[in-house]
């Protein structure tokens, strides 16, 4: 199937630091999402981007549609202690609108 | 409830027993998926439907792996004759709309663990 290659696959940083994390494919995609998952708990949409070249906030968080539409970053700035988690990214291709592909995740660490 | 609700929260199983797995979508979400997750991996997707049609089947690994959903509703995920490599956590997620801009809600995850 389809493959999301994710990186890095961990981070360890300090708070208030600012961290970068992306996705690359070999395919294009129609859509990018990032998620967090906690430990025991199901992943949780952080940001979805629908364009290429789409640059999109939520807060501290900002993700990019990137324009071959092959790649997309999250950048978290000035990380604090509930940042920690594990930040999958996902997308879908044309043809399996309905099926997200995830990459392998970024386990992230934030040191006090 | 307010979100997506599965249960088992665990469950072991023993090599070759058969197990259901439930999956309780949000009210009026039309749209329903399975996603098999192995420990250190991202979800894998498995099936969707689309109110009690099931639209897609190609991720579900081998005939043992069956899902339903009769009142479009409630879902079930089915594996016969457990294997140790069905040992992941399914995760269900429901969405509101067909759309593709839709977002996935994702329940908590049933952990099955065969031995």
């Known amino acids: 199937g389809q493959q999301l290659n994710q990186s890095p696959q961990s981070m360890f940083i300090q708070e208030g630091e600012d961290v970068s994390m992306n996705c690359t494919s070999s395919?294009?995609?129609?859509?990018w999402l990032w998620y967090k998952q906690d430990p025991g708990e199901g992943p949780v949409l952080l940001i979805a981007?629908?364009?290429?070249?789409e640059l999109t906030s939520n807060g501290r968080l900002t993700a990019q549609f990137g324009i071959t539409r092959k790649d997309s970053f999250l950048n978290i700035s000035a990380s604090i202690p509930s940042d920690v988690g594990i930040y999958f990214c996902?997308?879908?291709?044309?043809?399996?609108?309905?099926?997200?592909?995830f990459g392998s995740g970024t386990q992230l660490t934030v040191l006090p | 409830g307010a979100g997506v609700s599965q249960s088992p929260r665990y469950k072991v199983a023993k090599r070759g027993q058969d197990v259901a797995l439930r999956c309780d979508p949000i009210?009026?979400?039309?749209?329903l998926f399975w996603y098999q997750q192995a420990l250190g991996q991202g979800p894998e997707f498995l099936t969707y439907?689309?109110?009690?049609?099931?639209?897609?089947k190609s991720g579900l690994p081998s005939d043992r792996f069956f899902a339903e959903r009769p009142e479009g509703s409630v879902s079930t995920l089915k594996i016969q004759r457990t294997q140790q490599e069905d040992s992941a956590v399914y995760l269900c997620?429901?969405?509101?709309?067909?759309?593709?801009?839709?977002?996935?809600?994702f329940g908590n995850g049933t952990r099955l663990t065969v031995t």
């Open positions: 997620a429901s969405s509101l709309d067909r759309g593709i801009n839709s977002p996935l809600h």
């Open positions: 981007l629908y364009k290429a070249g």
């Open positions: 009210s009026g979400h039309v749209s």
């Open positions: 996902a997308g879908t291709i044309s043809g399996s609108a309905r099926q997200l592909t």
């Open positions: 395919s294009i995609f129609n859509t």
């Open positions: 439907f689309q109110n009690e049609a099931q639209l897609d």
